[in-house]
């Protein structure tokens, strides 16, 4: 059975940093293109990051360039997103999600999902 557990959210003032993590059981990890989403309230899920499973291709959305960092640890079956600088706009439930094969930013290219974690920036 596969599992992805996030955990690190919480409530942050603006401008500090929070460090999310995503657990994985039950599949081969470092085989998995992984991605961050998050969604806010009454919006659509959308993509914040994504890292290839080698680590070898990044990517991130604009508006957390410069911000953010994605990064995996494929000895420890997990991936991590930095979050630096963080702004109300920040504010939303994140997930991790993981892809055996080739995946973008759509919602469909990921087979698997945490269950999320809330990230609250006050201002």
């Known amino acids: 059975q596969v599992q992805l557990v996030e955990s690190g959210g919480g409530l942050v003032q603006a401008g500090g940093s929070l460090r999310l993590s995503c657990a994985a059981s039950?599949?081969?990890?470092?085989?998995?293109?992984t991605a961050w989403f998050r969604q806010a309230p009454g919006k659509e899920r959308d993509i914040v990051a994504r890292i290839s499973w080698n680590s070898d291709r990044i990517y991130y959305t604009e508006s957390v360039m410069g911000r953010f960092t994605v990064y995996r640890d494929n000895a420890k079956n997990t991936v991590y997103l930095q979050m630096n600088s963080l702004k109300p706009e920040d504010t939303a439930v994140y997930y991790c999600?993981?892809?055996?094969?080739?995946?973008?930013?759509?919602?469909?290219?990921?087979?698997?999902w945490g269950q999320g974690t809330q990230v609250t920036v006050s201002s």
């Open positions: 039950g599949l081969t990890f470092s085989t998995y293109n």
């Open positions: 999600a993981a892809a055996a094969g080739f995946a973008l930013q759509r919602l469909n290219d990921y087979e698997y």
